[in-house]
């Protein structure tokens, strides 16, 4: 079974840093892109930025400049850096991945579609 686990939020004053990391696990042959979003209290979830496995990303304007995205093919990682945090970057953070290809038995592989973390929260205030 494949998922996406996510750690690093927690509370930060405003102009702090944290860092994000999002691992995939399971039997995994490849992941195409992975992102991260953002919901906050009474708004729609948005993309904050995307990586493809190529190393090409996308980044929200509210953020670019201040977070970076990056992962690690190896270990199956994503990360978004948060630099120079702002109170409306406050918000549940979820990793997703729009496909995975996994081992699913003796020489079979399997893609699912739209993989998703749990969320981890980000909270600046001072």
């Known amino acids: 079974q494949v998922q996406l686990v996510e750690s690093g939020g927690g509370l930060v004053q405003p102009g702090g840093s944290l860092r994000l990391s999002c691992a995939a696990s399971g039997s995994i042959f490849s992941i195409n892109t992975m992102g991260w979003y953002r919901q906050a209290p009474g708004k729609q979830r948005e993309l904050v930025a995307a990586?493809?496995?190529?190393?090409?990303?996308n980044v929200a304007d509210s953020v670019k400049g201040r977070f970076t995205i990056s992962r690690d093919n190896a270990r199956n990682t994503v990360y978004l850096q948060m630099n120079s945090l702002k109170p409306e970057d406050t918000a549940v953070y979820y990793c997703?991945?729009?496909?995975?290809?996994?081992?699913?038995?003796?020489?079979?592989?399997?893609?699912?579609?739209?993989?998703w973390g749990q969320g981890t929260q980000v909270t600046v205030s001072s």
């Open positions: 990586i493809t496995s190529g190393g090409r990303t």
């Open positions: 997703n991945a729009d496909w995975i290809e996994y081992y699913s038995g003796v020489n079979a592989r399997t893609v699912g579609f739209d993989y």
